[in-house]
Each structure stands twice: as C-alpha cells, then as structure tokens.
C-alpha cells in the first residue's frame, strides 16, 4: 500500500510538474517558477486538483533532489574554473554577500521576528539566483557580454561561500546561539574536510578511474559517480555536516578528472528529475492563507532584496574597478533570490529552527523577484544613460580615472593571477594558524594560568598578551611578499586600484577579527568595540619593520623545512653540472637618462614615492662615475641613472618614471646585475671605479651573526649595500632593516673595490 501511494504522488507530481512546465516555457518564464507553481497546485493547499497521499515522503524526496542539485554545481566547480574569475568576482561576492546577511538579519528584527529566523532570513537573501540569471542572459543573447560574464563569475563564489554559511548556519542552529567558538571549531573541521577532499582529489579518484577506463562503459560510469556521491554525502553526515556539502564535495572531486564532463552528462537527466521533485516540493509549501497573512512582509522583504542586491551588487562592481555602465548592468542583474535560498530554508527546516511561515515567504519574495528580474535587465542601460547625464561631473570624473571596461580582463593578467595565489594562499595559511593558537590559548592556556595563578586579573591578562603575541608575526605575513606586485598593478591601472584597496582591507579585517575573538572571550567586551579596537594593533603590526623582520626569519626557516628535501636535490643536480645560480642573476639593472631640467631636484625626491622600490646604484655625469649616490645627492640634465631591481620593481620604475617628461627609459636592454658588474670591464671602467658585489659566508663565529641588518652596521663601516641574503638556497632580495642574519647565511654585499678591501681588512670578506 505505501509502495502503491508512494507510486501515486510521484506520478502526479511528474504528470503536474510536465504541464506546468510546458505552458511556462510557452510563456517563456523560468522553469523553477513552474516547478514551484506544479507543486502548489498539487499540495493540500489547493482542494480543486487531486492532491499527493504522504506529503513525508515527498519531504524525503526533495531532500535526495538537494543532494543531487549539490552534486551538479560540484561538478560544475574546480579551482582552474576558481582561479579564472578573477579579483572583481571575488570583491562583488563578498560586498554583496555581507551585506544582504546584515541587511535581511536587520529587517527580520525590525519584524519582531525571532533570532533564528532573522539570522536564516540573511542568509536566504544573500545569493542570487544562477538558474534565473543565466536563463535571463540567454533569452536576451547577453552571456557573452563583459558584465554578464562578470556576474557569472560572482555567483561562482557565491555559490562556493554559500557552502561555508550554512556549515555556520548549522553550528548556530545546534547552539541556538552566535559562538565564535563553536563556529570557528566547526570551520576548523572543514579544512579538515577539505583537506581530505584534496587528497581524494589529486591521489585516489582519478588515479582508480583512469585505471578501470577500460572497463568504465556509461553504466558504469554513472553508477561508480552515485557510489561516489552517496559515499561523500554519508561521511559528510558523519563527521557531523550537511548532506548538501558532501554531495558538493563529491562533484568537485569529479570535476578535477577528465571524465567531469561525461559524467555531467550521465547525471543530468537524475538531477534534473529529483531537482523537479525538490522544486515542486518547495511549491507544496505556499499556504494562501499563511500568505495573505504575511503579505505585508513579503512585499517589505521582496522590496528590500531588489534594492539591497542591486545597490550593492552595483557597488561591489565598483569597487572591483569595473566601469559605472558595467557596474549598473551587472548589478540590475542581481536582484532577485533563488535556489540556493530554498535549499537554505530547507537546512532550517530540518533543524527546526525556524518557524513554519518563513519557508513559504521567501518562497513568495523568490517568485516576485524572479518576475522582476526581466525588467531590470532590460532596462539597465536605460538607467545609465539616464545617471549618466545628472550626476555631477566631479563624481563621475572620479569613476572614469578608477575604473576600466577592461577591468575584467585587467584582473585575470598574469600578475592578478600570481598576486591573487600569494593573498589568497597566505590569508588561508595564516587563518588556520591564527584559529589554531586561539584554540591552544582559550582551552589550554587560560585553564592552566587559572589553576596555578591566584590572580585572575594576571590570569586574563598573560593569556591575552601571550595568544595575541603568537598572533602578530602572522598578521605580517598575512601581508607580506605581495608589495613589489602591489605596486606593479597599482600603477598599471588606476582601476586596479580599488579592488587592491579591497582586498587589503580584507584580509586587515580577518586578522582583526581574530584578535577581538581571543579579547572577546577573555573580557566579554561587545565583539564590535574590540573589532574597532584591533585595527590599531594591526595596523602597528603591518608597519613593523622589526616585527617585519621576525617574520621573514620565520617564513624563511618554515620554507626551507618544507622544501628541504627538493631544495637539496637541486642543490646536488647543480653541484653535479657544475653550476649555480647566485642571487645576483635575480636582480636586473635597468638604465634611464635625464633628457631635461629637473630643477635642482634630488635623488630623494625622485624616491620617496612608496612605488619607487629599485636603488639607484650609479650616476654616469659625462665621465664621471657617483656610485650608490646618497638621497641628497642632485640629479642634472644628461645624467645617466642605473637602477637595480627585481623584474616586477623595473617594470613599475618604468611606469611611474613615465609620468616624469625629464627621464626616459634608454634603449638599452635590462641585464642581470652579474652580467653587468662583469660588464664594467667591457666598457673601460676604471678598476677603482667599478662597482664589486661580493657574497659574505656568515659563520657561527662572525661579528655580523644573529644581528640585524641594522645593528651589522655594514653600511657604516665599509660602505656596503645589502642587496640580498641566501638562506638554504632560498633568497631574500632587499630585506628590511630588522631582518636577523642567521648563521650559515650569504650575506650579498654592493659596493666599491674599496668596500671590498675594507670587508678584506676587517676579515668579514674572506680573501
């Protein structure tokens, strides 16, 4: 009899769910909306259609439907797809994202409703609908264009950010209350999971699939990608999170392979089909009478969406440095709620922490958002014309110098790309340690100091300077090894601009948040005082230059660790071919000549910009040689200007000299700064006047050991200029001032032969 009924309700949901869709694609209206309209007119709600039997088991139904519609955008996501959006995706997602979360919790309050609901109704309205925006692209031959492309790439990270917030959702759910604890703990976990993700990844599933390819026909195919799908939902479930994120998961650990695309296509039809259910079943939900209760705060709701996600959408745009038209056609595209949303509201349910009303209200705000997105498409271009001609000119000059039409492809040159792997790889490395030290201080410190301390004054106190302590140096690094191509694009594109000021905040913003976390816990301050508090620290903390230093020493010990055993298999394939790569082949020497007065202007004012990160190593006035001229010596017409650097630091010398009409870059090709000392010869310097770089060995026993640059007074004494330190085969090229010298370090020297025979005298240089 249940297999009977069972029979039964899936066929009136699929008879139902098949007409309905018929006449909407007809209409040319999304198909979600007739799947949700089949599921209402079939549903107990609705007396004059026959009506499903066991309503609980189209509840399991539609659960099963989220894990598949999971398993799809996993297969749909890896990280080349990842790496390919670009910095504007990223900065849009997340300006979006934390604002609807405040926005919807902020409006579920004003509503009176309760806690739960408020913080669920944020995350319901924080994601955009990919299904109804690509259908919407596509109708009106839009896909390709530079702001559709944009805003698909933004719903990818949406997509990726809406997994973490519901495993917060969940932990919050399980409390029934806001921990830090718990929801750092539970994303703590998720590395873990994520970790396990990766090694399943790269080493066991692709390996197993290539070797049975010979044996892997569709049917096989399709059933192992089910195995593999259910298998993750269930250690998922587990380990203690939803059944959604195993389900993505197991799609992202498919979509690495090169099966990723048959298997998106052997799955397709199961998706689509239990996808149906769910969205019907999202339908059975709607309740007339419950609605036209409600309908005071659907409209509010649905009002504030569509002003939210466009005002905001718009500006994360923006601030991406895209321009005001993409900006406004982006954004006007963004205004609605979808799929994820349910799949949200359906997380809530099944915990049972929200109340009955709320799934069939968003349901109703999805649906009027979703008819409205149409029209704001169309007429975002209508709308920029419109602001482009009242808004005052000051404004929209200001937009045109910090923004670009390109900024899209701007952000995914080879430069965004490697500067967007180190900000993201070192923020994700530091988040980890940082969690990691909380942890260890909160449970484990604080405890002990407690017990053995009579004082809890002392006892609150030492926990706090000691886990903030460990904290710094990360905090550093966090920024660290990103300026010379923080500057590169920073002068590239004035549009570069502000999505770099963005992600900079960014990552000040998680370290300060680390940091109120560990006060928070101790004092009980309101977490919003001690976040403003903490910028100051950070910002000390960035600024450093001990602390700088420090954290070099630390990166530069924790790199060689870890490439230890690579690092000395080239160091053996190297001592085999008899050869050496020094860390003076790094650094090029790049030549510029004044064409014109520059007006008494010295070689400090010419260097104090932040930008100008190469050293002027020699003057060529005539047939004099003014070798590493100091800051106040005064640059005239015809000089000769030879500046060292990495690639990325003459490259940026030559865009910022570009604005100066007295200095031009000469034709001479840029050459390592080895090739150019041995050069010098070539060009009949004089011997004494030659510029000599020597590598310092730094022994156990040398004065220079465990000193900083600073306190080595190398440049006092012989007039030396560090250029660089090698470490373990690994360099430093222009370390900071508080940088220690470790025993067994190169320390690389730039001078005169004179600086030579005085390192010579002084037994510093061996001879």
Sequence with gaps: MALESLITDLALILIAASAVTLIFKKIKLPVVLGYIVAGFLISPNFEYLPTVVETGDISTWADIGVVFLMFGLGLEFSFKKLATVGGSAFVTAMTVMIAMILIGTGVGSLLGWGRMDCIFLGGMLSMSSTMIILKAYEEYSLKQEKFAQLVLSTL????????????????????????????????????????????????????LLKKLGGLMNDEAMLIVSLAVCLGMVVIASWIGFSEALGAFVAGSILAGTINADRIERLITPIKDLFGAIFFVSVGMMLDLHLLVEYIVPILIIAAVTI?????????????????????????????????????????????????????????????????????????????????????????????????????????????????????????????IIMFTIYWVGIHYLWPFLEEFINSQFAADLITAVVTCAFMAPLVNFMHGSNRDLFTKLWLQHRSNRLPLLSLRAMRITIAACFLALVLWRIYGIPYIILFVLALIP??????????????????????????????????????????????????????????????????????????????????????????????????????????????????????????????EYT??????????????????????KQLVCCPINVEKDSNLCRKSIKNSRLRERYRATIIGIERDNLSIINPGIETVIQPSDIVWVLGSKRMADLLIKGDVLKN
């Design 307 to 431: 002003a939210g996600q466009m005002t905001f959408a718009t500006l994360g745009i923006l601030l991406s440095g895209q321009s005001l038209q993409t900006a406004i056609r982006g954004g006007f595209s963004m205004v609605q709620i979808g799929e994820f949303s349910f799949i949200v509201a359906s997380l809530g349910m099944s915990l049972g922490v929200i109340s009955d009303f709320l799934y069939p209200v968003v349901v109703c705000v999805s649906v009027i958002t979703t008819f409205t997105t149409p029209v704001f498409i169309k007429n975002a271009e209508r709308v920029y014309k419109f602001l482009d001609k009242r808004l005052p000119d000051r404004f929209k000059i200001f937009i045109r110098k910090n923004t670009s039409e390109n900024q899209s492809n701007n952000d995914k040159n080879k430069d965004w790309t490697e500067y967007l792997k180190r900000v993201f790889v070192r923020t994700g490395i530091c988040s």
């Design 156 to 207: 990818i990270i949406e997509d990726i950010a809406g997994i973490f917030m519901m495993i917060i959702l969940s932990t919050i759910s399980v409390s029934r209350n806001v921990s830090g604890a718990a929801v750092f703990g539970e994303i703590g976990m998720l590395l873990i999971y994520l970790v396990i993700w990766l090694i399943l990844g790269i080493y066991l599933i692709p390996s």
């Design 667 to 688: 034709d001479k090709d840029d050459e390592t700064l080895k090739d150019y000392i041995y050069g010098q010869a070539f060009y009949n310097v004089e011997p004494e």
């Design 538 to 663: 950070i910002i000390m903390i960035i600024r450093s230059d001990y602390i700088t230093g420090m954290t070099i020493n630390m990166e530069m010990r924790f790199m060689a660790n870890f490439s230890e055993r690579m690092l000395a298999a080239q160091k053996k394939e190297r001592r085999l071919q008899g050869e050496h790569r020094w860390l003076d082949e790094s650094l090029l020497v790049a030549e510029f000549q004044v064409t014109d007065s520059v007006n008494n202007r010295t070689i400090y004012d010419f260097t104090k910009s932040n930008a100008f990160q190469v050293t002027i190593i020699r003057i060529i006035r005539g047939d004099e040689y003014i070798n590493l001229p100091a800051v106040s010596e005064v640059v005239e017409k015809g000089d000769i200007l030879h500046m060292m650097g990495n690639e990325n630091e003459i490259d940026s010398c030559m865009m910022l000299l570009e604005k100066e009409a007295c200095i």
